[in-house]
């Protein structure tokens, strides 16, 4: 009886933490995004899931040293402000040993990194490339769960 309310309770927890999410990526301009790069090790860590905030930093307020994502040739890039000048924010990864060879404007630039959540970003991409067997895998682990679950274990 304990495990099936710590189960229910534990439905209802990630219920919640994935309603609040789903809320804040729509009302709230915080956006996921998966960093699939090492150019900002050690501080997003590759595989990382980094928490974008696209409503609440105009570009006008950034500062040096702030982490921010820009569109370059339709993708997303999340490097750390290194230069700001009146052309625009130049920008470098961490872990690289020149700035980038492009300048953030206005119209590029999509929001502040607000925090990292490290390693949920390769669970996120698996399931992406190969959604049909991660539902297959979900499917069997539910019918097996199903069957034993009518079984029960008898005294010998």
């Known amino acids: 009886m304990k495990n099936k309310k710590l189960g229910k309770a534990t439905i209802w927890i990630a219920f919640i933490f994935i309603s609040f999410l789903f809320v804040m990526t729509v009302w709230g301009g915080l956006r996921p995004l998966t960093v699939m790069s090492g150019s900002m090790e050690p501080s997003i860590k590759t595989g990382s899931v980094a928490i974008i905030e696209t409503n ?7 500062e040096k040293g702030d982490i921010i994502t820009f569109d370059i040739g339709g993708s997303f890039v999340t490097h750390r402000a290194v230069d700001i000048t009146e052309d ?9 040993n020149a700035r980038d060879p492009w300048i953030v404007t206005n119209d590029n630039y999509y929001g502040k990194e607000l925090f990292s959540i490290p390693y949920i970003g390769f669970l996120i991409v698996f399931i992406r490339q ?20 009518g ?3 008898q005294d010998v």
């Open 56 to 62: 609440l930093t105009d570009f006008n307020e950034i």
């Open 88 to 96: 625009g924010v130049y920008t470098k990864g961490d872990a690289n």
């Open 130 to 149: 190969h959604i049909i067997v991660t539902v297959l895998v979900i499917a069997v682990v539910l019918i097996t769960a199903k069957i034993f679950k």
């Open 151 to 153: 079984r029960r274990v």
